[in-house]
């Protein structure tokens, strides 16, 4: 099967692993770096592997279960393993390979090369909507703005989240001191009224 096929039939994550585990950089004379994979004919630019993590991501609205963000963040070391053999294959080549490749680059870094920005961190992966921030660590992200569309925020301080926490209990103590308080408030007010009685017939005796 051709490989650029195998790319666009890939459906999810697992299936994009599944690939990246195969891939193999090269770059030719011309200052082309590209990539095969093992047991597909063809080859793919290396940055389209990249762009179909970015654009599955996006399709699912950047809302992933906690299996797909462990599988995103070994397919980004996966594939992050293999830019950095296709760096070290330009830093070994000739000087006008390596000037070419420079060549590239520059045009790369106008036009947006995804596979750079990828290379550096797994973000969206570590990054939760609105909706997943809130159901995970119970209260609003920041109102910081977030450069994603729907926004997108990464996971809050270890300090942060321990402080909500302290708050929670807090407030949980004060609820249920108020609930208990409130609960044995017709007790007490008969306690009050037998000692005013017992009181009453100790002045009358």
Do not use: C
């Not at 279960?65 to 393993?81: D, S």
């Amino acid at each position: 099967m051709q490989i650029d096929r195998a790319l666009m039939l890939a459906r999810n994550f697992d299936d994009l692993l599944t690939l990246a585990n195969k891939a193999q950089p090269h770059l030719s004379f011309w200052g082309q770096r590209y990539v095969t994979f093992k047991g597909y004919d063809g080859y793919l630019n290396l940055d389209a592997l990249p762009k179909k993590i970015n654009n599955l991501a996006k399709q699912k609205r950047y809302e992933f279960t906690e299996q797909e963000r462990e599988t995103g963040k070994q397919l980004h070391n996966t594939y992050r393993n293999v830019i950095l053999l296709s760096y070290f294959q330009v830093e070994m080549s000739n000087w006008l390979t390596y000037f070419l490749v420079a060549i590239r680059n520059l045009r790369g870094t106008i036009v947006g090369h995804q596979w750079w920005l990828y290379a550096k961190k797994p973000r969206y992966f570590e990054q939760y909507n609105r909706p997943q921030y809130i159901q995970t660590f119970g209260f609003p992200p920041p109102k910081k703005k977030s450069k994603y569309s729907p926004p997108i925020w990464r996971r809050p301080s270890e300090e942060k989240i321990l402080a909500h926490t302290e708050e929670k209990i807090l407030a949980h103590k004060f609820f249920l001191s108020n609930w208990i308080y409130q609960s044995t408030k017709h007790l007490r007010d008969q306690v009050t009224e037998k000692a005013s009685g017992v009181s009453e017939i100790d002045a009358k005796g």
